[in-house]
């Protein structure tokens, strides 16, 4: 059972940065792919960025051009470059892994953006 734990939330204002990290509990291989949802008050978890070995990293539409994900597998981390943050982007956001067809979901981590 892997168990992921993310980081690196908080209250910021508009146009600033943040970096989450997401450290699980086992070793992760560069052929499991790691994600990074999130959801907003009243809505639908949402895929923000994916990261598969072999393969440009995957983001949605509206943070292309400011997140960037990355991954270190001897810390067993992934991480996710928030930049230019915007109001819109305020959601609890949540580390995915998918390993042998199984995906494992931390508890997320409260990103607030408001002036």
């Known amino acids: 059972q892997v168990q992921l734990v993310e980081s690196g939330g908080g209250l910021v204002q508009p146009g600033v940065s943040l970096r989450l990290s997401c450290l699980a509990s086992?070793?992760?291989?560069?052929?499991?792919?790691m994600s990074w949802y999130r959801q907003a008050p009243g809505k639908e978890r949402v895929l923000v960025a994916r990261?598969?070995?072999?393969?440009?990293?995957d983001y949605a539409d509206s943070v292309t051009g400011r997140f960037a994900i990355s991954r270190d597998n001897a810390k067993k981390t992934v991480y996710l470059q928030m930049n230019s943050l915007k109001p819109e982007d305020t959601a609890v956001y949540y580390c995915?892994?998918?390993?042998?067809?199984?995906?494992?979901w931390g508890r997320g981590t409260l990103v607030t953006v408001s002036s």
């Open positions: 990261i598969r070995s072999g393969r440009d990293p």
């Open positions: 086992e070793t992760i291989y560069s052929c499991d792919p």
């Open positions: 995915n892994v998918g390993i042998d067809g199984v995906n494992y």
